[in-house]
Every structure is written in structure tokens, then in C-alpha cells.
């Protein structure tokens, strides 16, 4: 394969930078236009190791550097690979790429190296896919789950189902090619065996989802008040910082803006709309029909109540909104002389967690934290044992396999001859196969490949 070439750290001004190279000429081309302060030319050159020196052209040196050099097939792509440490910035950078360009590598493209990882057989396209997932990570979690990933783990399960499978299929084909062994019945009998198995394996993999969606998406959170109950203290309280816009003007946008905070490890995506942000202007104020609309979508829901007034209509038309939700009843102002308390017949009925606060003042806040780790108990869910699917072209597969382990499941219970059930059982090796890469298309890897980043 040919040498490819990548700046592969962030654009911007940074203290070093670092240019990428991979392919069988990267060592000549690094010959050219690196020269180490300790020549041992003779040495044959060793990976792993860091040398020290200058880039040269023509004579003048462009940057003092550090170079890495990785040897096949000890490193990222498994091909002789080097990695040249300059000052960080953009003009020494794309001077050091041009000159490598010119030598002879060239330019990558997003994603290119994984990529070679990934054909050249090192990791999996699950395990490519989810070196997307760390990089792009907006909490601890999920850069967690994404290192989990790249490790193998789900990898593993899936090849372990599809050893289930395989097993099976083995002595199916020896009964297509021998049917003079009538041996039919049994392995009617083992295929349902393992189809059980897989599909219990895959419902447990697909259930992840739910879970994994969260970890990646975020808790769509909404909060949730009449005018005035304290929607964006809450909202600035929670952001620390006093970033809501409160505006005069009118015009200013009224769609939903989201913020991302990690609370207690947790990622929360927090749904602000115009309503809560403009909430002083009485045309912009957050009406109950797009309330509804917000409640519909949410995985969790503030509903912040005054505690210094009675309970009002619009009160009761939140209180009805968060039946059957999950959702956290906040009592508000309890710095002030609050009249209604967590006593309250009436929102005691809806049975959700309720908590007093003062937005302003810094109450009960760490409390409101905790019951949102309590509801989303994450924690359950052991990041370091369980296996949690992130990727929905992952999901999708899953869920193709299990309508197939179900056609299957019909087939045999049809009376359908053993070729017919071997049909559908294929797909579903198939299925798998293109999770892990084995059986995808070149479209399918082009196009994950395109979302990454250059120089990764
Ligand atoms: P929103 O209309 O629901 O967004 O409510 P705001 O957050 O704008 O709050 C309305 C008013 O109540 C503002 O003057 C806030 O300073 C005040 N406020 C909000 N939370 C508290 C609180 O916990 N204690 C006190 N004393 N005042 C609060």
C-alpha cells in the first residue's frame, strides 16, 4: 500500500503537533528529510524508539522534532509508521506535511489509518468504529465504553454467537451432503437448541441499546415550570455559569437549545427551549402544548414548582404531564417561607421523587444530583462485565439477526427441508459478519471511514 501522510493533531496553536506517516516507503521518505542528531546509519532501525533531530530542506532546517518510529507490524496501521513531533502551530506543520508530500507519502484521508488498521486485519470494523466513539466522547462513560469496544469485548460476543451458530451449521451441511445419514430429527432439535441460545445472547445485546444510547446521547433532561418557578436558575445553577440569554429583543431564536453536563459521571443533554431562556417575554413564554411536546421526548424531567405560591392550573397541567414519566418534582424557593412541601397530598399522588431547592441558593442541588443517578442507575450496568452496544448500525444488525433466528424458528416449524432452514441460518452469520466487517460491503467501510477525522 502507499505511503499516506496526515497532520494528526488539532488545527490551531498548540506547544507540539505531529505529523502522521504510514506505508512501506515511510522510513526512506523519512530518511530525506529527517536527520538525527545521532546518526548510527548502520543500526538497523528499531521500533518503538524516539529519535531526535531536525527536518531539513535543502539544507535549512524547517523544525526541531522528535521522531517516533513504529516497525511492522508493531504498530497503529501494522505498516512501518513514524510519528514526527514539532512545535505545535500551523505553518510548521503543513510545511512538514509538504515536504513529506513532496518526498513521495501521500495525503491521507479521514480516516485512512484506521482504516489500514482495520484491512491490514489488526482490529475489526466494530473496533474501528469505535475509535470514532472515543474521540468524539462528551463523557467519561462513554469515552469508557468506547475503550471497552476497542478492546474487543463485543467482538468476542459476537464471534462467540457465531461460533453457536457455526457449530450447528456444520452438522447441517453434513446432512445436506450425506442425506443418506438420517440424522434430520436431531439436528432439528440442536438447531432450536441454539437458536435459543443465540437469540437469548442477542436480546441481551440488543437491550444494551437502551442503556448504550444514554451513555452516548445523553439524558435528554427538560425542565419543566410555570413562569417565574425558577426554570433557568435551575438551568444557570446546574451550567454554573450564568450563560442563559435573556433578551429585550424579540426575534431571537426560539428553537430548543441543547447544553451537555456530566453529572455524577452521568451525561445529561439539557433540552433549553426559548421558553425557559426568554421566559420574560410574555409572547415567548413556554405554553403547555409544547410542553407536551418537550415531555414526549424526554428521558427525564425537572418539574419545578414555587413553593412560595400554591399549587395553579398550569401547576396541574404539569403535574398531569409527568404521570407515568420519569421525572423529579422540584419545590423550589425554599430559602423564602415555602407553603407548599413535599407533604402535598396532591403531589405526593403523582409518585415521583420529590426535593426542595433554592435554584439561587444552592440548596438541595446535590440531592437532586443523586436521585438522578438513582433513576438512571447506571451504575448498574457494569461498564468493566457488561457489554453495551452503542452504534446503531450495530443495533440494526443485531435486530436483522433475531428476525432471522425467528424465520428460522418458522421454517423448521413449517416441516421445511434442511436446505430451506440453512438459507435463513446463513443470514444470520451473515448479519453478524457484517457487524465485525467480515461480510461489508466496500460502501458500508468507505462510508464509516468518512466520518472520522484526519490523521486518525
Ligand atoms: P423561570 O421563569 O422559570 O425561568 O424563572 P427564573 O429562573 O427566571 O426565576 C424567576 C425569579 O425567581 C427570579 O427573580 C429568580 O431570581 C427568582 N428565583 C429563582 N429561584 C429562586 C430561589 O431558589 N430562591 C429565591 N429566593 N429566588 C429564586
Known amino acids: 500500500m502507499s505511503t499516506i501522510v496526515s497532520i494528526s493533531t488539532a488545527p490551531g496553536i498548540g506547544g507540539i503537533g505531529i505529523v502522521r506517516m504510514s506505508g512501506k516507503d515511510c522510513f526512506e521518505i523519512l530518511d530525506k528529510i529527517f536527520e538525527p542528531k545521532v546518526k548510527n546509519k548502520e543500526a538497523k532501525i528499531k521500533g518503538y524508539t524516539m529519535k531526535y533531530g531536525h527536518i531539513v530542506e535543502n539544507g535549512n532546517i524547517i523544525d526541531e522534532v522528535l521522531v517516533s518510529y513504529f516497525k511492522e507490524p508493531k504498530s497503529y496501521t501494522t505498516e512501518n509508521m513514524c510519528e514526527i513531533n514539532s512545535h505545535g502551530g500551523n505553518i510548521v506543520l503543513r510545511k512538514i506535511l509538504e515536504i513529506c508530500l513532496k518526498n513521495g507519502a501521500e495525503l491521507a484521508e479521514p480516516g485512512e489509518f484506521t482504516k489500514r488498521a482495520f484491512l491490514n486485519g489488526r482490529i475489526d470494523l466494530l473496533q474501528a468504529e469505535s475509535v470514532i466513539d472515543i474521540i468524539e466522547a462528551k463523557s467519561e462513560r462513554e469515552a469508557k465504553t468506547g475503550i471497552k469496544q476497542l478492546e474487543g469485548g463485543i467482538s468476542k460476543k459476537i464471534a462467540e454467537?457465531?461460533?453457536?451458530?457455526?457449530?450447528?451449521?456444520?452438522?447441517?451441511?453434513?446432512?445436506?451432503?450425506?442425506?443418506?445419514?438420517?440424522?434430520?430429527?436431531?439436528t432439528n432439535n440442536q438447531i432450536l437448541e441454539m437458536l435459543k441460545q443465540v437469540e437469548e445472547k442477542l436480546l441481551k445485546l440488543e437491550k444494551s441499546f437502551d442503556d448504550g444510547k444514554i451513555i452516548k446521547e445523553g439524558i435528554k433532561t427538560a425542565i419543566l415550570g410555570k413562569p417565574n418557578a425558577g426554570k433557568s436558575s435551575l438551568l444557570n445553577n446546574i451550567l454554573k455559569e450564568e450563560r442563559a440569554i435573556v433578551t429585550e429583543f424579540e426575534g431571537t431564536t426560539r428553537d430548543a437549545i441543547e447544553e451537555f453536563v456530566t453529572i455524577k459521571g452521568l451525561p445529561l443533554k439539557l433540552i433549553d427551549t426559548a421558553g425557559i431562556r426568554q421566559a420574560k417575554d410574555e409572547v415567548e413564554k413556554i405554553g403547555i402544548a409544547k410542553s407536551k411536546e418537550i415531555a414526549k421526548d424526554a428521558d427525564l424531567i425537572l418539574a419545578i414548582f414555587d413553593s412560595t405560591k400554591e399549587l395553579s392550573e398550569e401547576d396541574f397541567e404539569i403535574l398531569e404531564l409527568i404521570k407515568n414519566k420519569?421525572?423529579?418534582?422540584?419545590?423550589?424557593?425554599?430559602?423564602?417561607?415555602?407553603?407548599?412541601?413535599?407533604?402535598?397530598?396532591?403531589?405526593?399522588?403523582?409518585?415521583?421523587?420529590?426535593?426542595?431547592?433554592?435554584?439561587?441558593?444552592?440548596?438541595?442541588?446535590?440531592?437532586?444530583?443523586?436521585?438522578?443517578?438513582?433513576?438512571?442507575?447506571?451504575?448498574?450496568?457494569?461498564?468493566?462485565?457488561?457489554?453495551?452496544?452503542?452504534?446503531?448500525?450495530?443495533?440494526?444488525?443485531?435486530?436483522?439477526?433475531?428476525?432471522?433466528?425467528?424465520?428460522?424458528?418458522?421454517?423448521?416449524?413449517?416441516?421445511?427441508?434442511?436446505?430451506?432452514?440453512?438459507?435463513?441460518?446463513?443470514?444470520?452469520?451473515?448479519?453478524?459478519?457484517?457487524?465485525?466487517?467480515?461480510?461489508?460491503?466496500?460502501?458500508?467501510?468507505?462510508?464509516?471511514?468518512?466520518?472520522?477525522?484526519?490523521?486518525?
Request: a negative charge.
Open 161 to 186: 454467537i457465531k461460533q453457536n451458530i457455526l457449530d450447528v451449521m456444520v452438522n447441517i451441511e453434513v446432512s445436506i451432503d450425506y442425506p443418506e445419514y438420517d440424522v434430520e430429527d436431531v
Open 326 to 456: 420519569k421525572a423529579i418534582i422540584l419545590l423550589n424557593k425554599v430559602d423564602l417561607q415555602p407553603i407548599l412541601t413535599e407533604q402535598n397530598s396532591k403531589l405526593k399522588e403523582i409518585n415521583c421523587p420529590i426535593i426542595s431547592i433554592s435554584a439561587t441558593q444552592d440548596i438541595g442541588i446535590e440531592e437532586l444530583y443523586k436521585e438522578i443517578e438513582k433513576l438512571f442507575n447506571l451504575n448498574e450496568i457494569n461498564l468493566d462485565q457488561d457489554i453495551v452496544i452503542t452504534n446503531v448500525r450495530h443495533k440494526n444488525l443485531i435486530s436483522k439477526a433475531i428476525e432471522n433466528v425467528e424465520k428460522t424458528k418458522e421454517t423448521i416449524k413449517n416441516g421445511m427441508p434442511l436446505d430451506v432452514i440453512a438459507i435463513f441460518i446463513k443470514d444470520m452469520l451473515e448479519d453478524l459478519g457484517q457487524i465485525t466487517g467480515e461480510t461489508v460491503s466496500e460502501d458500508i467501510i468507505n462510508e464509516i471511514f468518512s466520518k472520522f477525522c484526519l490523521g486518525k
